[in-house]
């Protein structure tokens, strides 16, 4: 039924003039079937991962279609969904129907940027081609559950024609499981208030359904796609406290909560030539969504309940215009209407009594719109320009508990300068204005009893916005490999970070900051270390950031900011053995948070994987992995006051650590 549905599909497409995709030209990287030769790579997205000096990045996953675009374009075109992550969409396209990965650096007269100074272009196989997958997952966690996983996928594929789908059902292990202790004190180094066993556990159960179509239609192209999910996490943490206090009298806290989602998105585009070198596209997005999250504390013998139900919906209409007179210069123009709204309604409640919370009811809806410009120039064959700017504005109205409406608009200005002076050496220098999008659920309240933390809404909230400086400097280095450092300063106004509302913390614009960030990407081939098919990657970033602390009025870092992070990769093809081996190490370091009358700050130890892929005939692949081979830590010091931390005494500090886990993972992947 499969090669029939197939023939039929290639029955329907007729030969029509293509769309032209942008070439690529220039400072663009090309690694073709050859260079990927010897490894046991299956996916598109094993494909990329390989590729030097090059990290895969999803996307900001924000409101609207242009800054949610990921780092990796498939054929010249970003994909319209906005639901089907980057790395699914990659994951569905077998490594065999990729004829080549395009590295493209600082950009190429013709090719949409999307704001990146690196962007992968996966130019696919025209042959025809009809792909079935079937992939089983096994999970094996350390406290002896057991969890599986299975995916179904077909592609088909014929020149400009098209079909994709994928349904997957799965059962994933939390990042942060296991056992640990927590220790209460009076104060920093104070006499102990209790001791504490702690255990939590939690899953995340669910289904996904994506299909698409690309088909030639009116010498244009269209795709259209759909997406469905439904998701149900649940963590739940039990605690045997030995309080002191009270003579060693023992006690069991506990706290759990279950988030459950269902979510869908229909996406459109058509992409069509209007002759003299212009081509158009138009684009079109609805995606709705319900989410249902309850949850319930016992602390100290009293009893909290929290419950939260929120709809949300994003419709996206959007123009482009790219026209390219010459091979060294082309300009892009478009733009796009959004609309979105999110409501919301909860109740917190402490041993049955209600205790009112801001925003606990409300519906804020958006409309926005947006205007761009940008143009691409090869001045000469070493230097590469673009400059242009966006215009943003729109309008936000609230009503339920709040009643109230804003509007803002923003210029949002981008020139960025690539000099590649020979073949080994790049520099690439940008400044732009960088406007964040507003997080909806900022303006309702939120709580997780788990962590013991409750969130007022904040009616008042303004995009936080930056001008961003960045310079970076790559060099390819022994062949096959490369080193890059990127210096990034950013100007930042109305920092988001939490201030107090009616009492409670919210999220909140705490004033101007300031933020600098070094990152550092390695690759080294490892040939004259023996493996001939070895590669060290390493990605490397630092961060500083100042800004106004509301409370105390001292100056800090900005609550999220971690100093430091690391990702490291390690790994080797033995073409012989029909093998490779990889071993990953992820290192996040602290996390920082300031509140109101609290300070956390959560350090995670590196977890390393070990990954074994077998690939006894092309089209079947078995892989072995154990994830989180030392059993991480997870530490916790979080220090509250009596009142604002300004002004009240320390009121007690909490040290808590838990150790997760190893799990144990079998994947088999198998071509029909």
Known sequence: ???????????????????????????????????????????????????????????????????????????????????????????????????????????????????RTV??????????????????????????????????????????????????????????????????????????????????????????????????????????????????????????????????????????????????????????????????????????????????????????????????????????????????????????????????????????????????????EEQRFEGFAVASWRVRPTLQLEAGGRIESSSLTQSGDSTQTASFSFPKPRVALTWTPNPVDQLRLTWERVVGQLNFADFATSANLVSGQVNGGNANLEPQREWRTELAYERKVFGKGSAAVTLRHADIQQVLDVIPVQGVDAPGNIGNGVRDTALVALTLPLGGLGLGGGQFKADLSWIHSQVTDPTTHTRRAISGDKPFTATLSLTNDAPRLKSSWEIDVNALGRTPTWRIEEVRRTDVKPQVDLIWIYRPRPRQTVQLQLSNALSRERRRTRTDWAGPRNVAPVLFQEQFAVTGPPVAMIRFRLGL
Do not use: C
């Not at 663009?28 to 260079?35: C, I, N, P, R, T």
């Not at 790579?41 to 924000?62: H, I, M, N, Y």
């Not at 059902?169 to 990042?175: G, I």
């Not at 070198?277 to 100290?300: I, P, Y």
């Open 119 to 364: 962007l992968a272009n996966l130019v696919l196989k025209s042959a025809p081609r009809t792909d079935v997958n079937l992939v089983s997952v096994g999970r094996f966690l350390g406290d002896r559950r057991g969890l599986a996983s299975g995916r179904f996928e077909l592609e088909h594929r014929d020149g400009q024609l098209s079909f994709n789908l994928s349904v997957v059902l799965y059962q994933y292990p939390p990042d942060d499981p296991g056992k640990g202790h927590a220790t209460l004190t009076a104060r920093p180094g104070g006499p102990v208030l209790s001791r504490t066993a702690v255990k939590v556990e939690a899953g995340d159960t669910g289904a996904s359904f994506r299909t698409g179509v690309q088909a030639p239609w009116r010498g244009g192209i269209g795709h259209v796609n759909l997406a469905l999910d439904y998701d149900t996490f649940r963590e739940n943490e039990d605690d045997r406290v030995t309080d002191l206090t009270q003579g060693g009298t023992l006690r069991t806290d506990s706290a759990n909560q279950q988030d459950r989602n269902r979510k869908g998105e229909l996406g459109a585009d058509y992409a069509f030539g209007l002759g003299h070198g212009v081509v158009a596209k138009l684009v079109a997005l609805q995606a709705l969504g319900t989410e249902s999250f309850g949850a319930r504390n016992v602390l100290q013998g009293s009893l909290g309940r929290y419950r939260q139900l929120t709809r949300t919906g994003e419709s996206i209409g959007r123009v482009e215009l790219n026209w390219k007179p010459s091979a060294a210069f082309s300009l892009e123009g478009g733009g796009e209407a959004v609309f979105n709204f999110l409501q919301s309604s909860s109740l917190y409640a402490q041993d049955g009594v209600p205790i009112p919370l801001p925003s606990a009811n409300i519906r804020v």
């Open 1 to 115: 039924m499969l090669v029939a549905f197939a023939s039929l599909l290639a029955a329907l497409a007729a030969p029509v003039p293509a769309v032209s995709t942008p070439a690529a030209t220039g400072d663009v990287a090309v690694y073709d079937a050859a260079y990927f030769a010897g490894g046991q790579l299956s996916t598109a997205l094993d494909l990329v991962q390989r590729v030097p000096g090059f990290t895969v990045d999803t996307g900001e996953g924000v409101r609207g279609y242009a800054g949610s675009a990921g780092n990796v374009l498939i054929d010249g075109q970003r994909t319209t969904s906005k639901a089907d992550s980057l790395r699914e969409a990659l994951q569905r396209i077998p490594a065999a129907s990729v004829a080549r990965v395009e590295i493209i650096r600082g950009g190429a007269p013709g090719i949409d940027m999307q704001g």
